[in-house]
């Protein structure tokens, strides 16, 4: 049963357009959110996240907006450039519990066009 | 600082053989985590380990297991290797302990052991 789901699993941009990426999540207990962003033969690497408090969080280019009533985060990329061309992964984690174990969607590969 | 590290990088077993994947993670970390990364199914969590101690498990058959030694450093243990056991193996390491901030959550991966069972 997957709790975080990316329905896309691809998407291409034009460079210097928005790059859009979408997460929903079906657990009303996950209260922290994480973007990871994965070359191919490398290990998945941290990007951005949000705690549940919050409904964005920027950092330069990027920015994760979370819409709780939704169950629906989303990272946007501005302005793509072709070296954000990677596999996206969301992740979510419920810190109540005290696992340290996160629960990541299927992935979106973003293909930004030069 | 290092990275977290992997060994070995690339396996090829046959089915019913048992292979042991290693992780060391970065210095100062004391929590390590094991995900399985498959197409389609993304990342599925294996177990955590937290000083020495599985703190942690996903729903994996018990032919996976783990430990921790007091280095911090991880191992993977997967015996009766079945087909369907072909894939990427993740370790992730974080600066979690107990009752920290949520940036602690931040987890930081290796790598990865491409394993393929034929």
């Known amino acids: 049963d997957q709790q975080v789901k990316q329905n896309s699993p691809s998407l291409s941009v034009q460079e210097g357009r928005i790059s859009i990426l979408n997460c929903d999540y079906t657990?009303?207990?996950?209260?922290?959110f994480l973007w990871y962003k994965k070359y191919p033969a490398e290990g998945p690497t941290f990007l951005i996240s949000?705690?549940?408090?919050?409904d964005k969080n920027e950092d330069g280019r990027f920015t994760v907006f979370l819409n709780k009533s939704a169950k629906h985060l989303s990272l946007h990329i501005v302005p793509s450039q072709p070296g954000d061309s990677a596999v996206y992964f969301c992740?979510?984690?419920?810190?109540?519990?005290?696992?340290?174990?996160?629960?990541f969607g299927t992935g979106t590969r973003l293909t930004v066009i030069p | 600082k290092a990275g977290v590290t992997q060994t070995p990088r690339y396996l090829i077993k046959t089915r019913g053989q048992q292979v042991t994947l290693s992780c060391s993670p970065i210095?100062?970390?004391?929590?390590v985590s094991w995900y399985q990364q498959t197409p389609g199914q993304g990342l599925q969590f294996l177990f955590e380990?937290?000083?020495?101690?599985?703190?942690n498990k996903g729903n994996f058959p018990g032919r996976f297991s783990g430990r921790q030694f007091s280095n911090s450093r991880s191992e993977m243990n997967v015996s009766t290797l079945e087909l369907g056991d072909s894939a990427l193996y993740l370790c992730?390491?974080?600066?979690?302990?107990?009752?920290?901030?949520?940036?602690?959550?931040?987890?930081?991966f290796g790598p990865g052991t491409r394993l393929t069972v034929t």
């Open positions: 380990y937290f000083s020495e101690t599985q703190r």
């Open positions: 992730a390491s974080s600066d979690r302990g107990t009752g920290e901030g949520l940036s602690s959550y931040e987890q930081y």
């Open positions: 992740a979510a984690s419920d810190s109540q519990t005290g696992a340290n174990n996160l629960f």
């Open positions: 210095s100062g970390h004391r929590s």
């Open positions: 657990n009303s207990m996950f209260d922290y």
């Open positions: 949000i705690s549940s408090i919050k």
